[in-house]
C-alpha cells in the first residue's frame, strides 16, 4: 500500500547506521556530524511515511488532484528547526570542551574514572 | 477551561520574554518569575480541583477539532503532577532568587530567570500534551532549557558533564522522532487519543516493537538502568538550584511519559514483564551506585536512579492499585529530592562542597539543616510517618495484590532497595551531620551568618524549610492524595474515557 | 564579568574613532551608523572590495525577499522560518563581509530583544483569544479594503509567522555573534595579553638581570 | 478520642523541652516525665472499665484509601505495657534529671528525641491497625537511633546506633510485606479483627507469620539478630534502662502477645517462636555470665529475658499467656532498677567494671538493697514479681497439661526454661556480687555519695517489683486473665500468685536456686570453660559480613558498569535499543506475525531514476563523512549531505520543507566553518572503548532495524492519514499552503513551542559563549596540570572566602588558583 520504496528504506538505513556511528566515536566534532546526520534521518523517515505522491501539498491547483500529505512535512520542519537550534548549542558546547582541554575528545568522568581504578571500596563503614 | 490548560504553557512563556527583556533588573526579573510560577501553581491548584474526580479537561488549540488541531489534555494524573512540579519550581526559585540576593551564587541571572521560565513551560507542555509530537515539542522545550541551565557557571567540570547529558538527551530525542515517524506510518495520526483508538487495527507484533522502543526513549530520560549511566555524571555538577530541578522533575516527566504511553497508547501489550525486569534492575543497580560514592550529591544522584525503580514497578503491576502507587511515587518522589538537593545546597554554602570525605558535623553547625536533611532522608528511605512510606505501601500493597512471580520480584528488590536506601543515606547522615566539625568550617559559618550574604542566607534556609515542609504536607494529606492517586489510577486505564473526552464521543 | 578592565586593546586601530578603541569590543553598544566602513575586518581572510560591494547590493534585496517570504507563507511556499533564515543570510553575509563590527554596527536591536519581542508575539496571538474565552490560538481573520491594495485579508497567524521570523533572525544573530564574533574578538584579545604578558615578562627580566649585573664583580659566576 | 490526644501531648511536649532545656538545664526531664505520669494515671484510671472487657479505643483516619488508619485500642495487654512504658519511664524520666548535668551536650535534642520515644513507644502498644503499629514501631527505631548516638563524636556510638537502625529497620521492611499479606489475606488491617477471626490458615498465612516474626524478633534481639542490643549499651543509662529495658526492646515481645492468640495455632509460628526464644534466652544468660561490664551484663541478661518472655508470649497456651503477663511486669520493673543502679554506680565512681567495683554496698546499703530485691526478683526469688512470672513459666511447660502443646516439646522447652533460669540466677548472683561486694583484690575507687533524688528511683521501682509480687494475685493477675481469656481455657485455668501449694514448678525452682548458686560459687571454672569454647556465637560478624558483601558487590558492580565514557553509554543505549525493540522484530519477522510488502502490494525498489541518483548521493556522502577524519572535507561532505536530503525532499513534494533545509544547512555549514577552524585539522581517531568491528554491526544492525520498522509500519497503515482533513478546511484557515496552514494555525502549539526551543537554544549559546570568559582565558593556558585535581572543580572551587583579586595576566597560575578557591561555590 503505501510502504516507501526499498531504495529509500535503504536510504534511512545508511543514515542511521552512519549517525550511530560518528555519535560513537570520542571526536567531539564527529559526535556532531552524527547528530546532524541522525536529524536527517529523523526527518527522512517522517517523509517517507508518506506515499510516493509527489505534488506539493498546494492547495488551488487543478482540484481532484492527491496532494502529498502535509503533516509530516509541517513536523519534518518544526524538528529541523529544532534540530538547528540544538546543534548550535551542540556546536558551542564542543568548542568549549575544546577550548578547555584542548583535547578534541569527548571527555570521561572524573569520579567515575577515580572510583573505577579503586581495587575495593573506599571505607568500611 | 480553555483558559486554565492554557495559563501553565503561555504565562511562564510570556514571563520568560519579559524576563530576557528586563535582563538589567534583576529586581523586576525576579518579581517576574515569582508572579508567573505563583499563577502557573494557582492555575494548577483549579485544575487539580476540576479533574479530582476523575474528569478530563480538555482544550482544542485554535478551535480546531481533535485529530486535526492539538488538545491539551488535563486528567487528574497529569494535574497532580502539575500542581507538585510548580509548587517545587516556586520554592526552588524563591531559593535561587535568595542565593543570588546574598551574592552566594555564580550563576547569572540574566539567563537563568528567562531559561527557568522556558524550563517550567516545557513541563507543563509535558504534562499536558495531548498530542504525540506536541509532547516530543514540550520535552524538547523542556530539554533545551535544561541544556542551558546545566552550563550555567560553565566550569570545566560543568562543561564536560552537560557535553554528556546533552548528547545522550539528544540521542533520546532523535530516537522520539523516529518513534512518530513510526506511528505516524502506522496510524496516520499523532493526536494521542486517535493513535490510541486506531493501534487497535495494527499488528500486534509492531505495536509491541513501538511499546518498547517508546519504552527505550523515555527510558534513556528517566534514567532507566541500563540506560541511567549520563544522569549520575551530570546532575551532581550543576549548580544546586539547578541539579534540584533537573533531579525532581525532568526524570519525572519522563516516567509521566512513560505511563502515559504504555497506559494509553499500549495498554494492549504486555510490556509488563520487561517493565517489571527494568524496575527491578534499575532500583537494585541504581542504589549499589549509591553506596559506593563519596559525594553526597552522587548519593543522591544514583539514589535518584534506584527509584525510579518503584515508579516503573507500580506502571509494571498494570493494576489500579500498582498506577495509584506509581502516581503517588511521583508526587512523593518530585518533593523528596528537590528538598535533599536544596539541603546539599546549604551544604556546599557551609562547607565548600559536598564531598563526604571531609564533611563532620553539620549537626553541630547548623541544626536547621540536620533537620531539613532528617526529614527528606527518612521519607527517601520510606520509613514513617512521612510521605515515602505511604507511597512505598501503596507499591506494596498493589504488588501483594497483585501476586504472581513478577510482583513478588519486584517486592523483593524493592525491600532490598529500601534497606539499601536506608544504609546508604544514613550513611551520609553519620560521617557529615555527625561527629566534631572542622574550626574552619565553623569559622566560615560565623563570616556567612554574619555578612552581606546573611540575608540570602537566610532566604535560602527558609526556602528550603518551606520544601520540606511541603514534604510534610503530602505526608499529612496522604489521605486525599491516595484518593486522587487511585482516581488517577482509574483515568490512566481507562483509555476508553481519554478517547471519549478528546474526541467527542462520536469516536469510533 | 570584567569587560570593564582598562588594558588597551585597540583592535581596530581607525584614526579618528576614539569611542571605537575604548568601548568594549564585543559590546553591543557599538557605533551604528557605518555601513561597511574604513575600518572593516572581514571574519575570513584578506578583506575583498567585490565581496563587500556585492554584499552591500545584496543585503537589502535579501532582507526585502524575507519580507516577501513571510507575508505570502500562507499561500506558497515560505512562511515565517524561511523568511527569518533568508533575512539573517543577510546578516552573516555582512559579518562574513565586513567583520565583527559591521554585524554590530548593522543590528536593529539586540539578538535578546528580538527573541523576547518575538516571543511576546507568538504568546500574544495564543493567548488573546482566551480573553473572549476562546481557545488558544483561535485563529482571527481581518478583510478590509486599503485604497492603494485593494482587498487585504490579514490573519492573526501573520502576527504569529512575524514572531517566528524574530526569532529565526534573533538566534542565527546570537550564535554567529557568540560563535564568531565574540570568539574572535577573545582570540585577539587574549593575543594582545599574551604579547603584553610577555613584554611585561621581558621588561622584568631585563630589570632584574640589570640589577643583577649593577654589582660588578664575580656576579657572572655564581650559579643562579 | 482522648489517646490521639496523649500522643499529641507527647509531640508537644518534645517540641517545647528542647528550648526549655537551656533554662532549666537536666531538670527539663521533669517537664518531661510529665505527659507520661499523666499517660500511665490515665491508663490506671481506666483499668477497671478495660478489665470489664470495655476497651478504650479511638481512630484518626490517615490514608483510608489504603487501609493506614490511625485506629487505637487499649486492653489488658496494652494496659500492662502502658504501665511499663508510661509509668516506669517517667520514673526513669525523673531519675534522669538528676543523672545529666548541667553542662551535658546536646541535652536538650536527647530529651526532646526521648519524648517522642515516649510516644512512639505508647503508639505500639495500643495501636489497633497493622499499619498504624508499624509507623509508631519504626518511629522507636529511628528515635533509638537518634538516642544510642548521643555521644555523636564517638565513632563506636555511631556504629552501634547504625547497626541498630539497619537491623530493626532492615527487618521492620520484612515485617511491613507480612502486615500487608495479613492484612490481604484477612481482608483488614485491625489487629482486633483479625486476632478474633484469624484467615484460614494457608502457606501464605505461614509466610506472613514469619515475616511478622523476623520484624518481631529483631526488635526484641532475639538470637541471631541480637547483636545490636549490647552494642547500643554506648547509649547514656537513662536511655538503655528506658529503651533497652522498658520499652523498645518489648515491642517485639508485644507484638507476639498480640498475635499469639490469633495465630498460635498456624504453623510454624509455634515452632519458631518457641526455638528461637529458648535458644536466645540459653545464649543470652550463658553470655551475661562472662561480662565484666555490669551494663553488658545486664544487656545479655535482657537478650536472655527477652528470650524466655517470647517463649512465653508466643506458646499460644493459657498459662503461657498468664505467665507472659507477670513476667512481661516483673521484667520491665527488675531490669529498669538494675540498669539505674549501675547508672548511680557509674556516675559517682567512673567505672562500671566488676573487676574494679569494691566495697560499694558499704557505702550505699539502700541502693544495694534495692539492687538485692531487683536482682533477686531476677533471679526468680519469692516473694517478688520475678518469682510469680517464674513460677507460672516453668507451670506452663510442665509436660501434659496443656492440650495445644504436645509433650516432648513442653518437655524440651521446660529444659530450656529450667536451663535458662539457672544461668539466670548465676548473672544475678554475680552482678550482686560485682557491684556491690567487698573484693579484696581490687583497690578502692573514690566514690562520691549521691543524692538522695538519684537513689530514689530504683528503690522506687525495686519496691514497686516488691509490691506487686506480694499482691501478685489481687494487682497482676486480674490483668493476665483478662488478656489471656482468648486461649482456650483450661479446667482450672492458672492464676498469678505468691503460693501454689507443693507444685513440680516448686521443685524446679528450688532446684533452680540450688544450681544457679553452684554455678555462681564455682564462677571461676565457668569462666575457664567460656574462654575454652569458640566464639562462633558472635552474631555480630555476621552483621559485618553482610554489610561487607553488600559493599563489596556495589563496588563492583558500580566500577565496571558507570565507566564514564559517553561513547560506551551511547553504546549501550543503542544496544538497548536492539535488546528490546530490536528483538521483538526479528522475533516477529521470523515468526512472520507481521506482514511483509510484497511484489504488487506496495513493494517497490524506487519510484523514479532521479531518486536513485540522490538517494546514491546521500549514501555515498553519508558513509564518506563516517570514513572522513580531516575536518574541512567532513565539513564538505556533511553539507552535501544536507543538500542531497533537501533534494530528496525536493522529489517527494515538499518544498517547504526543501527551502528549510537548504537554508539550515547552510547556515549550520557557516557557523560549522566559525568553530571548526578553531579546532585542530584532523579529527581524534582514539578508540572509543568497543570493538570497532561491534561497533560497526551494531550500528548497522541499529539503523537497518529502525529502517525496516519504518517501512513494515507503513505498509500496515490500516487508516488514512488524519491530514486529508486539513485539505477541506484550509479555505477556513485562510491559505493555500497547507504545510504553513498547519505550521501557523493548525499546529501552531507546535510551531511555539519550537521557537520557545530556538530562543532558549539561543540564550543558552550566548551565554556560554559570551559570559565567564575572562576565566576561561585565563584558565586556558595551563588546562594540562588540571587533570586530575579537576573533579575538585565544581566541589571545592568555589568554598566561602574573600573575594579573589582581580586576575593579573602575569600571574596566570595564581589566577587560577584564586579560580578555584572562589567566593561562591554556587
Known sequence: ??????????????????????????????????????????????????????????????????????????????????????????????????????????????????ISRLKEPEDSS | MNALLAVPLLVPLC?????????????????????????????????????????????????????????????????????????????????????????????????????????????NLSFLAGDLFNLFVGFEVMLTASYALITQAPTRARVRASMIYTTVSLTSSILFLTGIA???????????????????????????????????????????????????????????RISAIFAALLTKVAVYAVIRTQTLLFARDDTSAVLAVIAVVTMIVGILGALVQSDINRIMSFALVSHIGFMLFGLALGTVAGLAGAVVYLVHHIVVQATLFLVNGLIRQYVGHTSLTDIRGLTAVSPALAVFFFLPALSLAGLPPLSGFVAKVALFQAGVDAGGLLAWAGLAAGVLTSLLTLIAIFRVWTRAFWGTPRPDVLEAREQLRSGANRGGLRIMTATTGAMVAVGVAVALAAGPLTEVGFTAAEGLLDGRAYVTAVLGEGAR | MSTDRPEGRPLVAGPGTPDESSGPPESWEAPRERWLSTVVRPAFGPRSVLLEVVTRLLVPAILLFSVFLLVSGHNRPGGGFAGGLVASMAYVLRYVAGGRHELLAGLPMRPNGLLAIGTLLGCVTAGLPLLVGRPVFDSVKWEFTLPLFGEVKLLSALFFETGVYLIVVGLVLSVVAALGARMEAEEEEARIEERERASLLRRRRAAARAAASAPPPAAGEEPS | MLLPLVIALHALTAVVTPPLTRILGPRVFLVAALPLGLTAAWVLARTPGILRGHPVEASVPWAPALGIVLDFRVDALSVAMVLLVSGVGAVIFCYAAAYFHRGERALGRLVGVLVLFAA????????????????????????????????????????????????????????????????????????????????????????????????????????????????????????????????????????????????????????????????????????????????????????????????????????????????????????????????????????????????????????????????????????????????????????????????????????????????????????????????????????????????????????????????????????????????????HPYHLALWHGPTPALALSALVVAAGALLFWKRRAVTRLQNAMPNWYEAEAGYNAVIQAIRWTAFHVTSRTQTGSLPVYLGIILATVLALPGVRLAAALLGGDVAVPAEGDGLRLWDSPLEVVVVLIVTVTAVATVREHRRFPALILISALGFGIAGLFVLHGAPDLALTLVLVETLTTIILVFVLRRLPATFTTRPNGWPKRLTVLMCAAAGTFLALTLWLASHARTHPPVSLGYTGRAAEAGGDNLVNVIIADFRALDTLGEVVVLVTAAVAVASLVLLNRRDRIIRAPEADDWEETAQADSAASDRPGPQPAAPDPLAAPGANHAHRHGPKED
Not at chain 2, 189 to 198: E, G, H, R
Not at chain 4, 370 to 383: D, N, V
Open chain 2, 182 to 240: 513510526l506511528v505516524y506510518a502506522l496510524t496516520g495520526t499523532v493526536n494521542l487519543a486517535d493513535v490510541s483508538d486506531k493501534l487497535d487495527a495494527a499488528p500486534p507484533a509492531l505495536r509491541m516493537v513501538l511499546a518498547l522502543l517508546f519504552l527505550v526513549v523515555f527510558g534513556i530520560k528517566a534514567a532507566v538502568v541500563p540506560m541511567h549511566f549520563w544522569l549520575p555524571d551530570s546532575y551532581p555538577v550543576a549548580l544546586t
Open chain 1, 1 to 114: 500500500m503505501n510502504a516507501p520504496s526499498l531504495l529509500l528504506v535503504a536510504a534511512v538505513a545508511v543514515l542511521y547506521s552512519s549517525g550511530f556511528y560518528l555519535l560513537l566515536q570520542r571526536s567531539l566534532m564527529r559526535v556532531v556530524f552524527g547528530i546532524l546526520i541522525l536529524g536527517h534521518a529523523a526527518n527522512l523517515s517522517l517523509l517517507v511515511t508518506d506515499t510516493a505522491i509527489t505534488l506539493p501539498p498546494l492547495l488551488g491547483g487543478e482540484p481532484g488532484q492527491q496532494l502529498s500529505d502535509p503533516l509530516p512535512h509541517a513536523m519534518a520542519l518544526t524538528a529541523i528547526v529544532i534540530t538547528f537550534g540544538v546543534t548550535t548549542f551542540l556546536l558551542a558546547l564542543a568548542y568549549r570542551v575544546w577550548l578547555d582541554d584542548e583535547n578534541d575528545e569527548v571527555p570521561d568522568d572524573l569520579e567515575d574514572r577515580r
Open chain 4, 120 to 491: 512512639a513507644m505508647f503508639g505500639v502498644v495500643t495501636a489497633d491497625n497493622l499499619f498504624a503499629l508499624y509507623v509508631f514501631w519504626e518511629l522507636t527505631s529511628v528515635s533509638s537511633f537518634l538516642l544510642v548516638a548521643h555521644a555523636d563524636q564517638r565513632e563506636s556510638a555511631r556504629r552501634a546506633a547504625t547497626q541498630a537502625l539497619v537491623t530493626t529497620a532492615g527487618s521492620g521492611l520484612l515485617m511491613l510485606i507480612g502486615f500487608i499479606l495479613l492484612g490481604h489475606l484477612g481482608g483488614t488491617y485491625r489487629i482486633s479483627e483479625l486476632v478474633a477471626d484469624p484467615p484460614p490458615g494457608s502457606p501464605w498465612l505461614s509466610a506472613a507469620l514469619v515475616l511478622v516474626l523476623v520484624g518481631a524478633f529483631a526488635k526484641s534481639a532475639q538470637a541471631p539478630l541480637h547483636y545490636w542490643l549490647p552494642a547500643a549499651m554506648v547509649a547514656p543509662t537513662p536511655v538503655s534502662a528506658y529503651l533497652h529495658a522498658a520499652a523498645m526492646v518489648k515491642g517485639g515481645v508485644y507484638l507476639v502477645a498480640r498475635l499469639a492468640p490469633g495465630f498460635a495455632d498456624t504453623d510454624p509460628w509455634r515452632l519458631l517462636v518457641l526455638v528461637f526464644g529458648a535458644a536466645t534466652m540459653i545464649l543470652g544468660g550463658w553470655r551475661a555470665l562472662r561480662q565484666d561490664d555490669l551494663k553488658l551484663l545486664l544487656a545479655f541478661g535482657t537478650v536472655s529475658q527477652l528470650g524466655m518472655l517470647t517463649v512465653l508470649a508466643g506458646a499460644g497456651t493459657h498459662t503461657a499467656a498468664v505467665a507472659a503477663i507477670g513476667a512481661l511486669l516483673a521484667h520491665g520493673l527488675f531490669k529498669a532498677t538494675l540498669f539505674l543502679t549501675v547508672g548511680v554506680i557509674d556516675h559517682q565512681a567512673g567505672t562500671r567494671s566488676i573487676s574494679r567495683l569494691t566495697g560499694v554496698g558499704r557505702r550505699m546499703p539502700l541502693l544495694a538493697a534495692a539492687a538485692a530485691l531487683g536482682a533477686a526478683s531476677m533471679a526468680g526469688l519469692p516473694p517478688l514479681l520475678g518469682f510469680v512470672g517464674k513460677e507460672a513459666a516453668l507451670e506452663a511447660f510442665v509436660p501434659g497439661a496443656h492440650p495445644g502443646l504436645s509433650a516432648t516439646a513442653s518437655a524440651a522447652v521446660l529444659a530450656c526454661l529450667v536451663l535458662g533460669s539457672v544461668l539466670t540466677f548465676a548473672y544475678s548472683a554475680r552482678f550482686l556480687w560485682g557491684a556491690f561486694a567487698d573484693k579484696d583484690t581490687v583497690a578502692p575507687v573514690p566514690f562520691p555519695r549521691p543524692g538522695a533524688a538519684f537513689t530514689a528511683a530504683p528503690v522506687l521501682l525495686a519496691a514497686a517489683g516488691l509490691l506487686l509480687g506480694v499482691s501478685a494475685a489481687a494487682t497482676v493477675d486480674p490483668v493476665a486473665q483478662s488478656y489471656a481469656a482468648p486461649f482456650p481455657a483450661l479446667l
Open chain 2, 15 to 123: 514571563g520568560a520574554a519579559v524576563t530576557l527583556l528586563l535582563r538589567r533588573t534583576p529586581r523586576s526579573q525576579r518579581i517576574t518569575g515569582t508572579t508567573t510560577l505563583s499563577v502557573v501553581v494557582v492555575a494548577a491548584a483549579l485544575l487539580l480541583w476540576h479533574t479530582r474526580d476523575g474528569t478530563i479537561a480538555t482544550a482544542q488549540a485554535g478551535a480546531w477539532e481533535a485529530p486535526l488541531g492539538i488538545t491539551l489534555v488535563a486528567d487528574p494524573t497529569s494535574a497532580l503532577l502539575l500542581l507538585v512540579s510548580s509548587v517545587v519550581l516556586l520554592i526552588v526559585l524563591l531559593y535561587a532568587i535568595g542565593q543570588d540576593i546574598g551574592g552566594l551564587s555564580r550563576a547569572t541571572p540574566q539567563v537563568f530567570h528567562p531559561v527557568y521560565l522556558v524550563l517550567t513551560a516545557g513541563v
